[in-house]
């Protein structure tokens, strides 16, 4: 998973440098909007810590929640060249796993969904800038909003049982960046990074985690 983040965060990073040709935008307040796309960590390993069952392989239990894409806006104030202060949302719905299985000798099917919204303060630093091209690091904390869904039935005997939690987590993020300006207001760029969230979702301890690739356009007001 992390080989496949890196390897689709390189490519766009190419993609952007080739892009630009114009004065990058200095300072003052900025408006983002972009689309993310989030590559799951959330597994087994995750689902033994909410059941407390640490022998999922034998009861024929392999979830592995799949990867979702998303919505992010960010408002950023850069009072200089290199360094920015960002509020950062995140919206991933359906992060789903899907599994069946076999319980007292009866097939059961398992839906699994979390939806995740997120909303951090980062702070970035942009240490390198090669003409319209700026490279940044970037980190910070916030909160996080975890709503889970599981769906559980039984064919043969036509049972259905089912069961919703919703909580607010900490959570933060790391990460590294590339931006390339087409003016002196408007800023294009991709960003990586891997989010994490701290703490338990209802009653489950729940250990979130995963990979984030956003690309969007940055509106600057100067």
Not at 141 to 151: F, I, P, R, V
Not at 180 to 196: K, M, T
Not at 198 to 220: A, C
Request: with cysteine.
């Amino acid at each position: 998973m992390a080989r496949r983040f890196v390897g689709v965060l390189a490519g766009l990073v190419v993609i952007l440098g080739l892009g630009g040709g114009a004065a990058l935008a200095e300072g003052g307040f900025y408006l983002g909007i972009g689309g993310s796309y989030a590559f799951s960590e959330i597994d087994n390993d995750t689902l033994a810590d909410l059941t407390g069952i640490s022998d999922l392989e034998d009861l024929d239990i392999n979830i592995d929640f799949g990867d979702t894409y998303g919505f992010n806006a960010r408002l950023g104030w850069r009072p200089l060249d290199f360094f920015a202060l960002e509020l950062n949302f995140d919206y991933l719905p359906g992060f789903d796993a899907g599994n069946a299985l076999t319980l007292f000798d009866l097939p059961v099917s398992v839906d699994t969904s979390l939806d995740i919204m997120t909303l951090m303060l980062d702070a970035k630093l942009i240490p390198l800038r090669l003409g319209p091209v700026e490279f940044s690091i970037f980190g910070g904390l916030g909160g996080m909003k975890a709503d889970l869904d599981l769906n559980a039935s039984s064919p043969l005997r036509g049972e259905r049982a089912a069961a919703s939690t919703s909580d607010t987590l900490l959570c933060g993020e790391l990460g590294i960046g590339v931006g390339v300006a087409l003016g002196q207001h408007i800023n294009v760029g991709v960003e990586g990074s891997y989010v994490g969230g701290f703490g338990d979702v209802g009653d489950y301890n729940y250990g979130i985690g995963y990979f984030l690739i956003t690309g969007g356009i940055n509106f600057y007001f100067q």
